[in-house]
C-alpha cells in the first residue's frame, strides 16, 4: 500500500477570490500582516501497489484527467 498526497494550487496570476475573501477574513479577525492569501486543495490517497514508480505515474493521470485543471492549477505529488 502507497500513501500519496496530492496539493494542488491555482498557478500565479489566476485570480483567487476565495483566497482574497480569506484574507479580509484573517484581517477582520485581528491577524494583521497576513500577505496574499492563497487557496489550495489537498488530496490524501492510499494506492493498493508496492510500485512507487507506477504509483506516480498513475498519479499524474489522476491529476491530468480530473484532480487538477492543469490550465488554471498546477499539482504536486508527495509520496510517502
Request: aromatic residues 4%; glycine residues 12%.
Amino acid at each position: 500500500m502507497i500513501k500519496a498526497r496530492v496539493t494542488v494550487t491555482l498557478k500565479n496570476g489566476v485570480l483567487d477570490p476565495q483566497g482574497k475573501a480569506i484574507e479580509g477574513a484573517l484581517g477582520t479577525l485581528g491577524f494583521s500582516g497576513v500577505g496574499e492569501v492563497r487557496q489550495g486543495k489537498v488530496f490524501d490517497l492510499e494506492i493498493d501497489s508496492t510500485d512507487k514508480a507506477a504509483a506516480e505515474t498513475d498519479l499524474r493521470a489522476m491529476c491530468e484527467k480530473l484532480l487538477a485543471n492543469t490550465v488554471i492549477e498546477n499539482y504536486a505529488i508527495s509520496i510517502g
